[in-house]
């Protein structure tokens, strides 16, 4: 029972630090659309862009390791 109860908290801290990461990228998400939308013309700053698609997709990887 004893390392059951561990297995749950072990778990537990996981499922933490995933929806820490998901939280994460839905506030660079959203930073990322302000700066777009405050943009002159809606011009997407496309090094930004570029920066942050990777930045998710590493994050990506991690969340599913």
Do not use: G, P
Request: proline residues 0%; aromatic residues 6%; contains cysteine.
């Amino acid at each position: 029972l004893h390392s059951f109860v561990n297995h749950l908290k072990d778990m537990d801290r996981e499922i933490q630090e995933k929806q820490t990461k998901i939280e994460y990228v839905r506030t660079c998400a959203n930073y990322l659309l302000s700066k777009t939308v405050d943009a002159r013309d809606l011009t997407i700053n496309m090094n930004e862009l570029t920066k942050f698609c990777q930045q998710l997709r590493e994050l990506t990887k991690r969340i599913n390791k």
